[in-house]
């Protein structure tokens, strides 16, 4: 996927084509100004206040407690992203809006927004730091209470649509019974594939500060006793030998060191039954040598910055998996969210 400029009309095409338009500019002066625009937004709930019935600038600015003047240049900004369509002097959401946007869609991902505006948006200036000093910020050992919640809703939001497709192509036994999601927090993965597999059952492995939060959106499921938390560290318990026929990682790999990794997949290998899958569920660095890719490209970067690693190529997940006696088996991507892969890995019979 990739972030483009389009003209609007024969003009601006022209411009585009002679280079007469500094796309840096545009880059370095007006997309911050929309990235924070669309976060704020969500945040103060202007999406909500319209759909309620508030048409007007002053009327959504009453709704939301904010400057008259100030909503109606913000209100600018989203039209011109077509988050709104203007018209006889009234705001109207879109289509896309009402189904990524509000807090009732199923797909929504409202809590992500409000999570990267509060708690994500200052880290960004630590970017110069994180370039200087490969340091990253390694935010989990600085949340308290309101920081996990934020970030479980934040989670289970940006997961909703995956988890549907991640199970509509996991390469599973229908006979499978028994599955470890490491890190899975909301569950979203182990709920959708315990829905598609009827006889599976899902054990989620994940930091106690995490569950205590996590647990009411698990709950919300209604999944029973089929999908439980279990309160642990995978980097310090031990795994019980040959019991699984599924172990996922989603989106864990790009917080730990290449031997942290490696001693993870070790501990898998042992825990899966002969014939199960691992599958570590990540963002992917993309080659340098190929097409650039936006996506995979831009959370490197961010996972770099925010946490221990960045993002790790197939090669490299790969090499985790020969190294513990594991077999490379499928690579499957996602559509829906280009850069983002299920690498599948088999323990032999």
């Not at 189904?99 to 200052?122: G, H």
């Amino acid at each position: 996927m990739q972030l483009r400029v389009f003209p609007d009309n024969i003009l601006e095409w022209l411009a585009l084509r002679l280079k007469l338009v500094p796309l840096p500019l545009l880059h370095a002066q007006i997309f911050p100004v929309v990235s924070k625009a669309v976060l704020e937004a969500v945040d103060a709930g202007i999406f909500e206040a319209i759909e309620a019935g508030h048409g007007s600038a002053e009327s959504i600015a009453t709704a939301c407690q904010l400057h008259p003047r100030a909503t109606e240049q913000l209100l600018g900004v989203l039209t011109s992203m077509r988050y709104l369509r203007f018209r006889r002097q009234t705001y109207r959401l879109t289509r896309s809006t009402r189904k990524w946007i509000l807090a009732q869609s199923p797909d929504t991902v409202r809590d992500l927004a409000i999570y990267n505006n509060r708690v994500v948006w200052p880290w960004l200036d630590q970017m110069g730091h994180y370039l200087r000093t490969g340091q990253g910020i390694q935010y989990h050992d600085s949340f308290g209470p309101d920081e996990w919640d934020l970030y479980q809703k934040a989670m289970n939001g940006g997961a909703i649509s995956e988890a549907r497709e991640f199970a509509r192509n996991l390469p599973l036994s229908a006979n499978a019974t028994r599955m470890l999601d490491i890190g899975g927090s909301h569950g979203q993965h182990s709920v959708e594939a315990c829905r598609r597999f009827p006889s599976l059952q899902s054990v989620i492995l994940d930091l106690p500060g995490a569950i205590e939060k996590a647990a009411p959106l698990l709950a919300r499921q209604g999944m029973g006793k089929r999908v439980v938390h279990q309160p642990g560290n995978i980097l310090s318990d031990q795994l019980p030998d040959a019991t699984y026929d599924l172990v996922l990682m989603s989106s864990l790999a790009h917080h730990f060191t290449t031997e942290q990794n490696q001693e993870v997949i070790h501990k898998i290998s042992q825990c899966l039954r002969p014939g199960g899958i691992v599958v570590i569920n990540e963002f992917i660095r993309p080659n340098p040598q190929d097409a650039p890719e936006l996506v995979g490209s831009s959370t490197d970067l961010f996972f770099g910055l925010t946490s221990t690693s960045g993002n790790w190529s197939v090669d490299e997940i790969h090499g985790w998996y020969r190294a513990a006696n594991l077999l490379p088996y499928k690579i499957l991507s996602y559509r829906a969210i280009p850069g983002r892969f299920q690498v599948v890995g088999r323990k032999p019979f």
